[in-house]
């Protein structure tokens, strides 16, 4: 084992009267990756400074990495012995990063990774992975209520990695890729393409497959169109992502000319490529379209349908109103539905209100799960819609028992590279206050030109009118959308992304708002992406 090296100092380990290291055994070092708790790892560093090598680097690597791996130890303790060290290695950065991305502050790999590039840090093929995974997860636990400034770092990172010895491969390129969906970061999005255009990248089939997908799913439908117009070979995926790209968009027609034309070319469609088809005839309403593909996936191309296939026919033949043969349907799978598959049917019921359906259906769903807050919430509505306050109460009293909560509605948007996150009603943001002032007068002026609140949406049997209107007025698609119109140029696009499925008062505004300001609004929620222009909908109100 090599000595310490003179630019490591571990000052707080070091004592006046330890042994040299030829008096006392070397300390179990094998042991370290198997330390189970914070305990145990504190027994090793006392056992490596009586053995003096509490300034060795690769002593000290290990003993942060025992801290770092072990879930129920302690990041705090790793950040404490890795403070005391002057110049750490690239190693030592990497372990934090790869402690802190999967601990609850996964932001703080990037902060560390900041710290080490200003003393000089040149990252290697193990850095990129850690903070990629940090940003994503700190989009995913949602670490920085308000202002979630991850995007704008995670540019700055590729941008700093970029300006380092690191050379990345188009393997690099698409993990890349993958964490601008996670992140829904349109623009550093663009930014990547730009770079992988200059590097030669875009040779690859897979990153313009991958190039296609992040712009589908951060909102823009143009830039993924011409990734895939530019492409001089495209195989399965390249052809199926443009059909999921147009399905999800709510382009129903232009999904299935994609997909005719990508037969003409003679590529073999696959089970993603008919998600993509099923998907987009449920979404547009182009039911008879929805069965013949169906059936051609099973009888031409002989593809086992998945559950994911099943939901799509449930979802097509529910949202076109067919609710007793999407529930014979489920009833006659040759395999064991799931809640998903039945919710998917709850979710028609309530779009057609048929009440009585409804709760059959959920019925059914509690025998597989119970614990899904969501399903009360549209079941509750219904109640509230037909007058049937006793079942609503019911119902909530369930929900109590059960411990069953209601996920908040939350919406986001993206303004100078930091996402703003906006929940129904709330005074968290720093500019609530003044968004909800500038609601009020916006929906004066909504109302000027038709908008009706839907107030039938609100489940207060013991609310007044005016009152269900306020809490209609404060949602979290408004909220964000309000911070869109008063934060961005004139004329440019808003784009907001919701937790949930957009509400339906919500989706009625959105069409003014881009009438009566001239601003196209995107909109991506739980299920889809509503394009809203001119006082219109891409959906044409079919969702
Ligand atoms: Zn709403
Ligand atoms: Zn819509």
């Not at 059959?360 to 597989?368: A, G, K």
């Not at 109590?400 to 939350?410: E, S, T």
Request: proline fraction near 4%; aromatic fraction near 8%; include cysteine.
């Amino acid at each position: 084992m090599a000595m310490a090296t003179s630019t490591l100092q571990l000052t707080h380990l070091s004592s006046p009267n330890i042994a040299t290291p030829h008096e006392v055994p070397f300390p179990p070092l094998f042991l370290l990756p198997r330390c189970s708790s914070l305990r145990e790892t504190k027994q090793i560093q006392a056992a490596i400074i009586k053995s003096q090598l509490q300034h060795d680097i690769s002593v000290l690597t290990k003993l942060i990495n025992s801290c770092t791996a072990n879930p129920s130890s302690s990041m705090d303790h790793a950040q404490h012995l890795f403070d005391r060290i002057t110049q750490p290695d690239i190693v030592l950065f990497n372990t934090m990063a790869r402690g802190y991305a999967r601990s609850h502050y996964p932001v703080r790999a990037v902060d560390l990774f900041a710290r080490g590039l200003n003393l000089g840090l040149h990252p290697d093929d193990y850095t990129f992975p850690s903070l990629l995974k940090a940003c994503a997860n700190a989009k995913a636990i949602g670490e920085g209520y308000t202002r979630n400034s991850r995007p704008n770092e995670a540019l700055a990172l590729f941008r700093k990695l970029q300006a380092s010895n690191l050379k990345p491969t188009y393997v690099t390129m698409l993990s890349v890729l993958s964490s601008c969906v996670m992140l829904g970061a349109l623009e550093l999005g663009k930014w990547i393409h730009e770079y992988i255009r200059k590097n030669g990248f875009n040779e690859y089939v897979k990153v313009n497959t991958a190039l296609i997908d992040m712009y589908a799913k951060c909102g823009s439908l143009d830039d993924a169109v011409s990734v895939f117009e530019d492409m001089q070979y495209r195989d399965t995926q390249a052809w199926s992502a443009m059909v999921v790209t147009y399905a999800i968009h709510g382009r129903g027609s232009k999904a299935i000319s994609i997909f005719e034309e990508m037969k003409r070319a003679g590529v073999q469609p696959d089970e993603i490529t008919f998600l993509g088809i099923l998907y987009a005839c449920s979404h547009t309403g182009l039911v008879d379209e929805g069965c013949k593909y169906f059936r051609s996936m099973v009888d031409h191309y002989g593809i086992v349908p998945s559950i994911k296939h099943y939901g799509c026919m449930v979802d097509l033949l529910g949202r076109a109103g067919r609710l007793d043969e999407a529930f014979r349907f489920i009833e006659d799978l040759p395999i064991n539905p799931t809640a998903i598959l039945w919710r998917t049917l709850l979710s028609a019921c309530s779009s057609h209100d048929d009440v009585e359906l409804a709760k059959h259906v959920m019925e059914r769903i509690f025998e597989l799960d119970d614990s899904h807050g969501g399903d009360y919430v549209i079941l509750s509505n219904m109640f509230a819609r037909a007058g049937r306050w006793e079942d609503v109460n019911n119902l909530r009293k369930m929900m109590k028992d059960r411990g069953v909560v209601k996920i908040p509605g939350c919406s986001s948007i993206e303004v100078d590279n930091v996402v703003h996150e906006f929940f129904s009603a709330d005074g968290t943001h720093s500019e609530s206050r003044g968004l909800h002032r500038i609601l009020d007068d916006l929906i004066k002026e909504l109302k000027l030109v038709g908008y009706v609140p839907d107030t039938s949406l609100v489940v207060h049997a013991d609310m007044r009118e005016e009152e269900k209107e306020a809490t209609l007025r404060y949602h979290s698609e408004k909220l964000a959308i309000a911070f869109g119109l008063i934060n961005t140029p004139p004329g440019t696009t808003i784009r907001v992304v919701k937790n949930l499925r957009i509400c339906g008062d919500c989706h009625s505004a959105a069409k003014l708002i881009s009438m009566i300001f001239g601003r196209p609004i995107i909109l991506r929620d739980l299920q889809r992406f509503h394009h809203f222009k001119d006082g219109k909908c891409s959906c044409g109100d079919y969702w």
